[in-house]
């Protein structure tokens, strides 16, 4: 059910509702284009080839800790519609809700939180919505993204594994195609 804020009808969110994002962990992160249109290359007899909007997410995806110092880059791809990537949090400075709510009691309610996975992507998306527009003005990134909380070493591995065989699979993926 869609709720309403400042009279408008929201989508609720697909986060995990009892998880922080500012926890530290690693976290698989998948941003599509927006009808799954092809803006970032092409797969040529399983690998891929960038498109000059292509390169622009790969170095935007590169300066998010330039950005987000607490954020780490794991296992990355970009894919002829969308990304696949890891991003890691690793913040000594974290601070618990409840410090953080003591600390700044006038904070948003709905924004993202700094040094939060949602802050690193949509600032990501931002950038390379900036600059792919200068090179397609049709461009257009997909409204949300797709996470998962990554709990364990064997996950992990598997993920990494599913990120970079991606190009492999391209023919078989009827998601993205």
């Not at 257009?140 to 492999?168: G, K, L, V």
Request: include cysteine.
């Amino acid at each position: 059910m869609c709720e309403k804020f400042l009279n408008v009808y929201r989508i609720p969110s697909a986060r995990l509702k009892s998880w922080d994002y500012r926890s530290n962990g690693a976290y698989f992160i998948t941003i599509c284009t927006q009808n799954r249109i092809s803006y970032f290359g092409k797969i040529v007899h399983g690998q891929f080839v960038e498109s000059e909007i292509g390169v622009i997410v790969r170095q935007c995806w590169n300066e998010i800790p330039v950005h987000c110092p607490e954020i780490k880059l794991g296992s990355f791809i970009v894919m002829p519609n969308h990304v696949h990537g890891i991003l890691v949090i690793d913040n000594d400075s974290y601070l618990s809700p409840i410090e953080e709510s003591r600390m700044d009691q006038f904070h948003s309610i709905i924004s993202p939180k700094k040094g939060s996975i949602a802050t690193a992507v949509r600032s990501f998306k931002s950038a390379v919505s900036k600059y792919g527009r200068e090179v397609n003005p049709e461009f257009r990134w997909q409204s949300r993204f797709y996470d998962h909380i990554i709990r364990d070493c064997r996950s992990y591995m598997a993920i990494c594994d599913y990120i970079e065989t991606n190009p492999e699979h391209w023919k078989d993926d009827r998601m993205f195609i």
